[in-house]
């Protein structure tokens, strides 16, 4: 007994504070194990285990705030997973990893054998995700100053004393003034703008983003033959709001034909096509929404028509639409701006396809060209 007394020495009564500083060390090593399991897991690229617990609530939380809907956030995370993105948060900020992900599965869709119908209904939702996520990508709210627009750049003019809105461009960048070509009227006439005269100056940047702010005409010159009204550079110019469809250059010819709405059978109104008069122009700038077509005849405000051209692949695009306005360009005809009223889902899509450049190499011509 004593021998066994003294052997049970040994084991003494463990301290209450060393319990503790025990159980901390553990559960310490146990969240660290976790935390480098995680940062593991994201850098080999496990695309389906990023959108997991906090990362797919903080992804849908991302997705609402920029504007998508919960379908498509559901679509947007079954492509993350589908092609492993390692960080989804990237796809939120227009950048290439969206791209990326779009043309693949875009090229998948393209070579299934699922009916045409179907494959362009896919491709729609696609783009509509698209055009949210690049409309509210973030960008400056304000451009830094005028003296970074470049000549050739186009621009508007909104004059408050004769409410009027004019085209132009950027003729001349200087050190003091920004030179702009001076605006012409509707039978090609300058509009005179005396030096003191207050306008307003807007402009497109990052293809959504509209700028614009109050400037002052400080003189006016001829350079070339060419009137030029000089304003003072702005240091900053804030952007007003986010036009709704990515616009891009463009230089494309067409035919365009008048439309008239008539009484139709029983009581409903039907659009009839003239093509026994046929106008031609050319198309220089675009977007799914609209385009610009300066030709040398022009509809008046309002009217309607509808506008011809075809892909280089040879097939026919029409697109009905309606004149929002017109602007006159001295020795350049005049600009029809167009708003797009009608179009099949096919011809939408070959259109974006072209201006989110998800098709490369693409050129237009009318047909008959």
């Known amino acids: 007994m004593p021998l066994l007394r003294y052997e049970f020495q040994f084991f003494t009564e463990t301290d209450p504070t060393t319990n503790l500083i025990m159980i901390l060390v553990l559960i310490g090593a146990v969240l660290l194990t976790v935390v480098v399991g995680k940062l593991t897991s994201q850098r080999s690229g496990g695309g389906a285990r990023s959108l997991s617990g906090l990362g797919t609530f903080s992804f849908r939380r991302s997705a609402r705030k920029i504007g998508l809907t919960r379908h498509y956030i559901r679509l947007l995370e079954g492509l993350v997973k589908k092609y492993r993105v390692s960080n989804p948060e990237r796809v939120l900020h227009n950048s290439p990893v969206l791209d990326n992900i779009l043309r693949r599965e875009m090229a998948e869709i393209e070579e299934s054998r699922l009916p045409d119908a179907e494959k362009d209904l896919r491709k729609h939702h ?25 000549p050739g750049e186009e621009v508007k003019l909104y004059l408050p004393h004769s409410r009027r809105l004019y085209l132009s461009e950027v003729a001349e960048n200087t050190p003091t003034y920004l030179g702009i070509r001076a605006p012409l009227d509707e039978q090609g ?12 100056l807007s402009f497109v940047r990052y293809g959504t983003q509209l700028f ?12 070339s033959s060419i009137p030029i009204l000089y304003i003072d550079h702005l240091s900053r110019v804030p952007q007003v709001l986010k036009r709704r469809h990515k616009r891009i250059e463009f230089n494309a010819p067409t035919y365009f034909y008048k439309v008239q709405i008539v009484e139709g059978t029983g009581r409903r109104r ?13 198309i220089i700038d675009l977007s799914a929404g609209g385009c610009g077509v300066r030709t040398y005849y022009p509809l008046p405000p309002g009217s309607l028509l509808r506008l011809d051209f075809r892909t280089d692949l040879g097939e026919p695009i029409s697109a009905y639409g309606k004149v929002r306005g017109v602007t006159t360009e001295r020795g350049k005809g005049t600009i029809m701006h167009v708003m797009f009223t009608s179009m099949s889902r096919h011809h939408l899509n070959e259109l974006r396809e072209i201006i989110y450049d998800m ?3 693409l050129s237009i011509s009318p047909p008959g060209y």
């Open 359 to 361: 098709r490369p190499g």
């Open 212 to 223: 614009s702010a109050p400037a002052t005409v400080r003189h006016v010159s001829t350079r």
């Open 126 to 150: 696609l783009f509509l995700i698209k055009q949210v996520i690049e409309a509210n990508s973030p960008r400056r709210g304000t451009l830094g100053s005028t003296r970074h627009l470049k």
């Open 270 to 282: 039907e659009a009839v096509v003239n093509t026994g008069q046929r106008y031609n122009g050319t």
């Open 189 to 200: 006439k300058l509009v005179k703008l005396p030096p003191g005269s207050r306008v307003h």
